[in-house]
């Protein structure tokens, strides 16, 4: 048994943690106990950062130590905005920026290289990475708008800020409460690849600046991120084709189209992340364009309904609807997978400081099945 192969390691069960729980059989998602509608319903994002890296859900006073403590720490250094511009003048990805100015971060910290046993420390920047992230994709879409940065504002929270920051004009209260949920739901998902990717790194007692710039970079990867932005672009050929919704999907699922948005790896049912944003989507609608709407609930009639993909274990996912309420808040697409690096980066941030509190070296071994018993030939004589 120690030797059978488990590629993608899938089912093998490496590390133990009290973050999140996912039954992907019933499509239940819970942190730390609560179950995610409740905490998407009734809890704000800070409140979710602050429920996974101190294990409990604030009172008042501690979710205004801890919020003010946040908004203190948004600011970006100008070097580091210098940087941002370049990339943006470049035409350089968005989630590459976003890598290469988190990865930048650490050179203004104010702790230094603390060392990584150091959690409160590690904490710290922890919550200085979640603040700063925001101020730096705002920025980053600002630049490359030909606009100017828009300086954080200190009476909103981290979702209202960004999109304020993001537009230059301050969100209604539909989109910000609908773009605090979106954060709550991103927030954590048990050890897919970019947490598990963190905790990798963390388990070297690398700091907290190096996992979390590895998380987005495990992020970046097409199989991992960047699904939500599959779907607008599917929903956007489909409003410029000349056929109805029903009949593009029937069309393209004939042609051996896949449908993005639909199967997960762990949910075998609807993904309740999914259940959360349809019914924001559909608020979305009410007050502004509905066809989006109307284009997604169509496909996944069509697809549940009439080609039973549930009976076979395949339903909407969280990126079938996500994309198309970032779109309905006027994120560009490319904005999608960075957006969902801002939001998990507080979840990459609670596995990291988990695991160091009871680390282990993360070493796997692979099956050799290269050649056997070479004959060296020295260089002169090949």
Do not use: C
């Not at 970019?194 to 700091?207: E, H, P, R």
Request: proline share 5%; net charge negative; aromatic share 8%.
């Amino acid at each position: 048994m120690a030797d059978d192969l488990k590629k993608g390691l899938e089912g093998v069960l490496v590390a133990e943690s009290e973050l999140s729980s996912i039954d992907g059989d019933v499509g239940r998602l819970v942190y730390r106990g609560y179950p995610i509608e409740a905490l998407a319903e009734g809890a704000s994002y800070e409140e979710v950062l602050y429920l996974l890296w101190h294990g409990h859900l604030p009172d008042e006073r501690e979710l205004s130590s801890f919020t003010e403590a946040m908004v203190a720490e948004r600011e970006v250094d100008d070097a580091i905005l210098e940087t941002v511009r370049r990339l943006a003048e470049a035409d350089e990805e968005p989630m590459a920026a976003l890598r290469t100015a988190t990865s930048m971060l650490s050179a203004t910290e104010p702790e230094g290289d603390a060392n990584a046993e150091d959690l409160d420390a590690s904490l710290r920047k922890g919550r200085r990475i979640t603040a700063k992230i925001p101020t730096v994709l705002a920025a980053f879409e600002r630049y490359r708008q030909g606009d100017e940065p828009v300086d954080p504002n200190p009476e909103l929270g981290l979702a209202a800020n960004f999109l304020y920051m993001f537009t230059g004009t301050e969100p209604d209260e539909i989109a910000a409460e609908t773009f605090d949920q979106a954060l709550i739901l991103h927030a954590d998902h048990g050890l897919n690849a970019s947490t598990f990717t963190s905790m990798v790194i963390a388990s070297t007692m690398a700091d907290v600046y190096s996992a979390i710039t590895g998380g987005i970079g495990a992020l970046s990867g097409p199989l991992h991120g960047g699904a939500n932005q599959d779907v607008m672009e599917v929903l956007i050929e489909i409003d410029e084709s000349d056929l109805d919704p029903h009949d593009w999907v029937e069309q393209a699922t004939e042609e051996g189209r896949r449908i993005p948005g639909f199967g997960h790896r762990v949910y075998n049912v609807k993904d309740p992340r999914a259940h959360i944003l349809q019914q924001r989507s559909e608020e979305l609608a009410e007050t502004g364009e509905r066809k989006w709407y109307d284009i997604t609930t169509t496909i996944e009639r069509y697809l549940t309904e009439e080609k039973g993909l549930v009976e076979k274990g395949i339903a909407p996912n969280v990126d079938f609807y996500s994309g198309s309420v970032y779109y309905q808040l006027g994120i560009p697409i490319d904005m999608y997978t960075p957006i969902f690096a801002m939001s998990r980066a507080g979840g990459w941030i609670a596995h990291v400081l988990e695991y160091q509190d009871d680390n282990r070296l993360i070493r796997p071994r692979a099956r050799y099945t290269g050649p056997e018993d070479q004959t060296f030939v020295p260089l002169e004589e090949r």
